[in-house]
């Protein structure tokens, strides 16, 4: 076979998120009253990638064939501290911006602590850790407000050159400084590894620890990005219970959707941001075909069930019985 | 040894897995620019001494050197930093990675902290090209790899680390005869650039033909060195059997004419690759041993049966009529009436966390209950019967059955499927890790089952069970039948003589081509 074969056989669940998007967002722009104009992506720009963020977050974990529970309150934590502290003239809101990401990092590293060195399931550590990080963001905002440094926000999620979303281009950019490096590192590899059989990585010398804990750190690094993206929109802080939990369920649906393998080992960050647009899409449909919104959770959850049954799949080619429960 | 200093050396290493000696006092010498045998039984010892030098056990006791100087390692990637290199019998590929990345995977050359690409894809394909397996892409998944290719991927991977000793365990099992004619070559070559090879295989013929320098194992001690060649292979079984008989057998029933309608019949089961062909009958009152070395489709054979396995071709009969069987669940009903004793009693024989109790009555469950209530009175009934007559020791039938010793465990096991009253009773190598005495009992039982009509099949990786216990054994080899002995022919020399595939008295290669 050709390289670019073997290239197409690894991307392929990349390819197939993005074909989903592309169908989904065409159908969703040619029934919008406004149509395809540069509003109407920026708006679902800026929706997008709130859940992107979060989603790559999850990817990183779900690579190691863990899962991260606690995504989503790491954004409502960071939403909730952003609301205090990135505000103010340049150099305070900078401070305010590093110590959010910080904050972030923190999180995910207390996870990954937890996970690697606690040797607890990553399903119960971040469920606690989750219900932690929460009560924290309740006590920073028990009521919905604060404020942010509008000018910073107002640039983030506006539109450069009047046609192209900002919000884009901080997903890029955090894909190019983050993911990128990460999955092309040693520490990448070895969360690569871990994922797909700890064993051989452990007996081949592999550093599975450090890169399961890099994983685990960097999660929550992106969700904080979601986190500080959030308060960019909404100029508030809010410790919402429902939205925190909302987002880890569909960054877990968003990284299906992206070809990334719940049983670790497989898949980009790259699919499960299309993932993310296009279940985002998705859920938006209902607007345009006028339904009404009482639905969209019932439909949320249908595209849902049906985005981690894809993964069940795999069990029908499995010929001893005895390896469905592995 | 011909006075040269080894490259390295092992002295006095002792491990135990709890009451079980694996080594005792073991010693081995490598010296560069040759290749060692290492030959001995199942659990002779050999896996265990090569975990320890490849850093993926630490000894009890004894001493490492290499080039003179001690040595410990205190992982896989320690060993590997010394240039000790093991390729393992369980493959240790990382699946859902490219050849090339799994290749470089312990050490990856990088630049500006990411890993370079194009060099790993050059290091990737010149170790491809040394282990004689250009035809692997380097972009291609390993999981998409069949078995014999991944193998050799094992081996380039082990070649890319530069080792000074490479270890192969059983590297050969899965290969076809053209990759091993490969191999023979590549390590033939190794050879002369200085490297030590220590070559584990059960396959005889393959020991003659590459190793310079053989050490037999056996209980866990070096019993014999020998420059290659210098022993027949008959002499070599010999040294690797040498023990004592050390369990006790209730006395076989003189053997009736075989019955009119076995109860149990495989005509030409095949699975996958680990089944081919094999035909079988146990008739009622009949113990049917299956031997072999480990891992030779013995276990499938069993699932197979039991109703585990998909894909299954071949016709299973019971009392002379087919029948399909679709699951466990349906294995152990009235027609069939079959029960398995799994090898892994604490995977796949006992819930570890519940009581003695809810664990004996798992498999009966059905017969127990009406409209799906347990009748908790024919429980306790039943459950007493089974204590007694498996002398189960345990403080109480409500202590988790994880509390209880490894031959009670295995008891319960035992007793849950004895609930049933089962005709069939699959038994798969149920005597590991347990104490003689118990050994001794679940002998004396399987003859009493026999004895009232049940049809057994035993695997067992102990040759004196075997010996001990059989009416005939099916002895296999790459997953089909190779030899039935019978009666008085189950016999240690005959068992080890079939289950390496070597035949009787003469050997069939010529050995001592390094005078």
């Known amino acids: 076979m050709k390289d670019w ?40 720009a800026n929706k997008g990638v709130l859940l992107a963020f979060v989603a790559m977050a999850q990817t990183l974990v779900v690579i190691t064939a863990g899962i991260d529970l606690s995504v989503g309150m790491i954004f409502t934590l960071t939403n909730c501290l952003a609301s205090w502290l990135v505000i103010g003239t340049g150099i305070e809101t900078a401070f305010g911006v590093l110590a959010v990401l910080g904050t972030g990092l923190l999180c995910g590293a207390i996870n990954g602590a937890i996970v690697i060195y606690g040797r607890l399931q990553p399903i119960v ?96 690094l992106l969700a904080a990005v979601g986190g500080l993206f959030l308060t960019f929109f909404t100029y508030t802080g809010d410790a919402a219970y429902a939205s925190g939990n909302a987002y ?56 849902l069930l049906i985005a981690v049954s894809l993964g069940a799949f795999a069990l029908f080619r499995v010929r001893n019985r005895l390896e469905w429960f592995l | 040894m011909d006075g040269a200093i080894p490259l390295f050396r092992m002295e006095g290493i002792s491990k135990r897995y709890g009451g079980v000696r694996a080594l005792e006092k073991a010693e081995l010498s490598v010296s560069s620019g040759s290749i060692h045998g290492i030959l001995g039984e199942n659990g002779a010892g050999k896996s265990t001494l ?21 040595v410990t390692f205190a992982s896989p990637a320690a060993a590997n930093q010394a240039g000790i290199v093991c390729i393992f019998q369980e493959l240790s590929l990382v699946p859902e990675l490219s050849v090339a990345d799994n290749i470089v995977i312990s050490d990856p050359p990088t630049r500006f902290g990411m890993i370079d690409r194009k060099a790993q894809r050059r290091i990737a394909e010149e170790a491809l090209a040394r282990a004689g397996a250009a035809d692997i892409h380097p972009l291609a998944l390993v999981k998409d790899l069949p078995l014999s290719r991944r193998q050799m991927v094992e081996i380039a991977k082990a070649l890319a680390r530069k080792p000074r000793i490479l270890i192969l365990d059983e590297a050969t099992s899965a290969l076809t005869a053209t990759d091993v004619a490969k191999i023979f070559g590549v390590l033939k070559r190794l050879r002369s650039e200085g490297l030590a090879l220590l070559y584990i295989s ?25 420059a290659a060649g210098t022993k027949s292979d008959n002499e070599v079984v010999e040294l690797m059997i040498g023990r004592e008989y050390s369990h006790i057998f209730p006395p076989k029933p003189p053997r009736a004419s075989a019955a009119a309608v076995p109860v149990l019949e495989a005509r030409k089961l095949s699975w996958t690759d680990r089944l081919d062909n094999v035909s079988l009958t146990v008739g009622a009152g009949e113990v049917v041993g299956l031997g072999g070395l480990d891992g030779q489709g013995q276990r499938e054979l069993l699932l197979a049966f039991f109703g585990v396995l998909r894909g299954l071709s071949g016709q299973i009969f019971i009392d002379g009529k087919p029948v399909a069987i679709a699951s466990p669940a349906a294995a152990r009903e009235d027609g069939i009436g079959m029960a398995l004793i799994p090898e892994d009693r604490k995977t796949e024989g006992l819930m570890l966390p519940m009581t003695v109790r809810e664990n004996l009555s798992f498999a009966a469950l059905d017969r127990l209950s009406k409209a799906g209530i347990i009748d908790r009175a024919a429980e306790q009934r039943l459950i007493d019967d089974m204590v007694g007559l498996l002398a189960i020791k345990t403080a109480g039938l409500d202590i988790p059955v994880g509390a209880l010793s490894g031959g009670n465990q295995q008891k319960v096991v035992i007793a849950k499927w004895l609930m049933r009253q089962p005709r069939i009773i699959l038994l798969n190598d149920p005597t590991r890790g347990i104490d003689v005495g118990t050994k001794q009992e679940l002998y004396q039982l399987m003859r009493k089952l026999a004895d009232a009509g049940a049809a057994i099949l035993f695997y067992s990786t102990d040759y004196d069970e075997l010996i001990g216990c059989c009416d005939r054994v099916l002895v296999l080899y790459d997953g089909a039948v190779r030899r039935e002995l019978v009666g008085a022919e189950i016999t240690e020399r005959a068992l080890i003589a079939s289950a390496l595939n070597i035949h009787g008295e003469e050997s069939p290669v010529n050995l001592g081509a390094n005078a």
């Open chain 1, 5 to 44: 074969r073997y290239w197409l056989a690894e991307q392929r669940g990349t390819l197939l998120a993005l074909g989903i998007f592309i169908v989904m967002f065409v159908i969703y722009t040619s029934n919008h009253p406004a149509g395809f104009t540069a509003n109407v992506v920026q708006t679902a």
């Open chain 1, 125 to 220: 550590a971040t469920i606690a850790t989750g219900a932690v990080y929460f009560g924290i963001a309740l006590l920073l905002r028990p009521f919905p407000g604060g404020s942010v440094n509008e000018g910073l926000a107002d640039a983030l999620t506006g539109r450069l050159f009047g046609v192209v979303p900002a919000s884009l281009v901080v997903l890029l950019a955090v894909v190019l400084i983050v993911w990128v490096p990460f999955s092309r590192s040693v520490l990448g590899r070895a969360a690569y590894a871990a994922g797909s059989s700890e064993t051989a990585a452990y007996m081949s010398g592999v550093p599975i620890r450090r890169g399961k804990f890099a994983a685990y750190a960097l999660a929550g």
């Open chain 1, 248 to 303: 880890t369920l569909f960054s877990i649906a968003a990284v299906v959707l992206g070809g990334v393998s719940l049983f670790g080992g497989k898949g980009s960050a790259i699919g499960a941001i299309f993932g993310a647009l296009a279940f985002r899409t998705i859920g938006d449909l209902l607007f345009v075909f006028d339904f009404d919104p009482l639905w969209q959770p019932l439909f949320q959850g249908v595209i």
């Open chain 2, 50 to 70: 090569i975990k320890v030098m490849a850093g993926v056990v630490a000894p009890d006791e004894g001493r490492m050197t290499l080039d003179g100087r001690e």
């Open chain 2, 202 to 226: 059960h396959r005889m013929n393959e020991i003659a033909e590459l190793a310079d320098q053989c050490t037999v194992f056996r209980n866990g001690r070096n019993v014999a060195s020998y």
